[in-house]
Protein backbone atom coordinates (compact mmCIF):
# COMPACT_ATOMS: atom_id res chain seq x y z
CA UNK A 1 0.00 0.00 0.00
CA UNK A 2 0.99 3.34 -0.95
CA UNK A 3 1.28 6.27 1.23
CA UNK A 4 0.05 9.72 0.51
CA UNK A 5 3.56 11.83 0.25
CA UNK A 6 1.31 14.85 -0.89
CA UNK A 7 -1.91 17.13 0.61
CA UNK A 8 -3.46 19.59 -1.86
CA UNK A 9 -4.82 21.28 1.50
CA UNK A 10 -4.34 19.85 5.08
CA UNK A 11 -4.23 16.40 6.20
CA UNK A 12 -6.28 15.47 9.05
CA UNK A 13 -3.25 14.36 10.89
CA UNK A 14 -1.05 17.59 10.03
CA UNK A 15 -4.84 19.24 11.43
CA UNK A 16 -4.47 17.90 14.78
CA UNK A 17 -0.76 18.48 14.81
CA UNK A 18 -1.33 22.07 14.30
CA UNK A 19 -3.89 22.19 16.82
CA UNK A 20 -1.84 21.48 19.81
CA UNK A 21 0.90 23.40 21.48
CA UNK A 22 4.80 22.25 20.83
CA UNK A 23 5.10 19.26 22.85
CA UNK A 24 7.01 16.22 23.12
CA UNK A 25 5.81 14.93 19.29
CA UNK A 26 5.65 18.24 17.50
CA UNK A 27 7.50 20.80 16.67
CA UNK A 28 6.97 24.01 14.62
CA UNK A 29 9.71 25.27 12.31
CA UNK A 30 9.33 28.26 10.29
CA UNK A 31 12.03 27.66 7.81
CA UNK A 32 13.98 24.53 6.96
CA UNK A 33 16.90 26.18 8.25
CA UNK A 34 15.35 25.79 11.16
CA UNK A 35 15.83 22.25 11.33
CA UNK A 36 19.06 21.08 13.18
CA UNK A 37 20.26 17.41 13.17
CA UNK A 38 19.72 16.96 16.74
CA UNK A 39 16.00 17.45 16.28
CA UNK A 40 15.68 14.26 14.40
CA UNK A 41 18.21 12.82 16.40
CA UNK A 42 15.82 13.79 19.45
CA UNK A 43 12.04 12.67 17.64
CA UNK A 44 14.34 9.28 16.41
CA UNK A 45 15.42 9.19 20.60
CA UNK A 46 11.98 9.28 21.85
CA UNK A 47 9.74 6.63 22.59
CA UNK A 48 7.11 7.50 20.29
CA UNK A 49 8.68 9.50 17.83
CA UNK A 50 7.15 12.57 16.41
CA UNK A 51 6.62 15.32 13.64
CA UNK A 52 8.33 18.50 12.22
CA UNK A 53 5.82 21.26 10.61
CA UNK A 54 8.20 23.69 8.38
CA UNK A 55 6.71 26.19 7.07
CA UNK A 56 4.59 26.82 10.35
CA UNK A 57 5.04 29.44 13.06
CA UNK A 58 3.86 29.24 16.29
CA UNK A 59 1.51 32.05 17.97
CA UNK A 60 -0.99 32.32 20.99
CA UNK A 61 -4.72 32.04 20.30
CA UNK A 62 -7.47 34.31 21.83
CA UNK A 63 -7.55 31.40 24.25
CA UNK A 64 -3.74 32.43 25.41
CA UNK A 65 -3.18 28.60 24.37
CA UNK A 66 0.12 27.71 21.29
CA UNK A 67 -0.71 26.76 18.57
CA UNK A 68 0.81 26.45 14.89
CA UNK A 69 -0.24 28.48 11.66
CA UNK A 70 0.84 28.06 8.47
CA UNK A 71 3.11 30.27 6.98
CA UNK A 72 4.48 28.13 3.68
CA UNK A 73 8.19 27.22 3.15
CA UNK A 74 9.62 25.82 -0.24
CA UNK A 75 8.95 22.72 -0.67
CA UNK A 76 11.13 21.85 -3.88
CA UNK A 77 13.99 19.43 -4.13
CA UNK A 78 16.46 21.59 -3.05
CA UNK A 79 14.90 21.79 -0.22
CA UNK A 80 13.69 18.35 0.25
CA UNK A 81 17.58 17.53 -0.11
CA UNK A 82 18.47 20.04 2.89
CA UNK A 83 16.24 17.53 4.85
CA UNK A 84 17.66 14.64 3.48
CA UNK A 85 21.04 15.50 3.94
CA UNK A 86 20.07 16.76 8.21
CA UNK A 87 18.55 13.15 8.53
CA UNK A 88 21.91 11.15 6.90
CA UNK A 89 23.99 13.42 8.74
CA UNK A 90 22.73 11.21 12.00
CA UNK A 91 24.59 8.35 13.48
CA UNK A 92 22.75 5.89 12.64
CA UNK A 93 20.92 7.61 9.99
CA UNK A 94 17.49 8.58 11.21
CA UNK A 95 14.68 7.30 8.75
CA UNK A 96 12.22 10.50 8.01
CA UNK A 97 9.19 10.11 6.15
CA UNK A 98 8.63 14.23 4.59
CA UNK A 99 4.90 14.69 3.36
CA UNK A 100 4.03 17.93 1.23
CA UNK A 101 1.26 19.95 3.17
CA UNK A 102 -1.42 22.43 1.19
CA UNK A 103 -0.01 22.33 -2.16
CA UNK A 104 -2.73 24.46 -3.29
CA UNK A 105 -2.36 27.62 -0.97
CA UNK A 106 0.92 27.99 1.46
CA UNK A 107 3.18 24.64 1.06
CA UNK A 108 4.88 23.20 3.94
CA UNK A 109 6.54 19.88 5.41
CA UNK A 110 4.86 17.38 7.50
CA UNK A 111 8.38 15.23 8.58
CA UNK A 112 7.33 12.20 10.25
CA UNK A 113 9.86 10.57 12.29
CA UNK A 114 9.40 6.74 13.85
CA UNK A 115 10.97 6.39 17.01
CA UNK A 116 14.29 4.92 15.95
CA UNK A 117 15.08 0.83 15.98
CA UNK A 118 18.62 1.67 16.46
CA UNK A 119 18.73 3.83 19.50
CA UNK A 120 20.26 6.00 20.82
CA UNK A 121 20.73 8.11 17.56
CA UNK A 122 23.28 11.21 17.89
CA UNK A 123 24.62 13.98 15.17
CA UNK A 124 27.93 14.20 13.95
CA UNK A 125 29.35 15.87 16.54
CA UNK A 126 28.19 13.13 18.88
CA UNK A 127 25.52 15.16 20.01
CA UNK A 128 22.59 12.49 21.85
CA UNK A 129 19.27 14.08 22.57
CA UNK A 130 15.37 13.12 23.07
CA UNK A 131 12.21 15.04 23.04
CA UNK A 132 10.96 16.19 26.28
CA UNK A 133 7.82 18.31 26.53
CA UNK A 134 8.49 21.28 24.16
CA UNK A 135 12.48 21.37 23.26
CA UNK A 136 14.84 18.80 22.77
CA UNK A 137 17.58 18.24 25.69
CA UNK A 138 20.58 16.11 26.13
CA UNK A 139 20.59 12.74 27.18
CA UNK A 140 21.55 11.82 30.40
CA UNK A 141 24.10 9.38 31.18
CA UNK A 142 21.98 6.71 32.49
CA UNK A 143 19.61 7.64 29.99
CA UNK A 144 22.25 6.55 27.13
CA UNK A 145 23.27 3.69 29.01
CA UNK A 146 19.56 2.15 29.54
CA UNK A 147 19.74 2.65 25.43
CA UNK A 148 22.89 0.67 24.82
CA UNK A 149 21.77 -1.77 27.07
CA UNK A 150 18.63 -2.30 25.63
CA UNK A 151 20.74 -2.22 21.77
CA UNK A 152 22.96 -4.31 22.51
CA UNK A 153 21.35 -6.33 25.51
CA UNK A 154 20.05 -9.37 22.75
CA UNK A 155 23.80 -9.80 21.32
CA UNK A 156 25.21 -9.65 24.95
CA UNK A 157 22.83 -12.48 26.05
CA UNK A 158 23.43 -14.46 22.65
CA UNK A 159 27.28 -14.39 22.74
CA UNK A 160 26.94 -15.11 26.67
CA UNK A 161 24.92 -18.56 26.19
CA UNK A 162 27.70 -19.43 23.20
CA UNK A 163 30.34 -19.10 25.70
CA UNK A 164 28.42 -21.11 28.28
CA UNK A 165 27.84 -23.96 25.68
CA UNK A 166 31.44 -23.56 24.68
CA UNK A 167 32.53 -23.48 28.23
CA UNK A 168 30.32 -26.29 29.55
CA UNK A 169 31.80 -28.58 26.39
CA UNK A 170 35.22 -28.04 27.10
CA UNK A 171 34.85 -28.80 30.61
CA UNK A 172 33.36 -32.02 29.75
CA UNK A 173 36.07 -32.98 27.61
CA UNK A 174 37.84 -32.34 30.21
CA UNK A 175 36.41 -34.34 32.51
CA UNK A 176 36.25 -37.06 30.51
CA UNK A 177 40.09 -37.06 29.81
CA UNK A 178 40.70 -36.89 33.92
CA UNK A 179 38.61 -39.51 33.78
CA UNK A 180 40.22 -41.43 31.55
CA UNK A 181 43.43 -40.67 32.88
CA UNK A 182 42.65 -41.72 36.44
CA UNK A 183 41.17 -44.92 35.17
CA UNK A 184 44.54 -45.90 33.56
CA UNK A 185 46.39 -44.94 36.37
CA UNK A 186 44.70 -47.08 38.45
CA UNK A 187 44.94 -50.08 36.02
CA UNK A 188 48.86 -49.47 36.24
CA UNK A 189 48.82 -49.22 40.08
CA UNK A 190 47.04 -52.39 40.03
CA UNK A 191 49.74 -53.62 37.64
CA UNK A 192 52.79 -53.14 39.81
Keep these: MSVQREYRGISQRAKSLLAKPEGIDVDFKREINGIKSRDLVSFANSLYGGAILVGVDEYTSKDGLQRGRVVGCD ?5 RLSLINKATDCYPIVDIELIVENISSKPFFRIEIAPGAKRPYCTQRGEYAMRADARSRALYPEELLAMFMDREGELF ?22 GSGMLQLVTHLDEL
Excluded: I, K
Design 157 to 178: VSRFREAVAQLEHRLGEMDHAF
Design 75 to 79: VDDGS
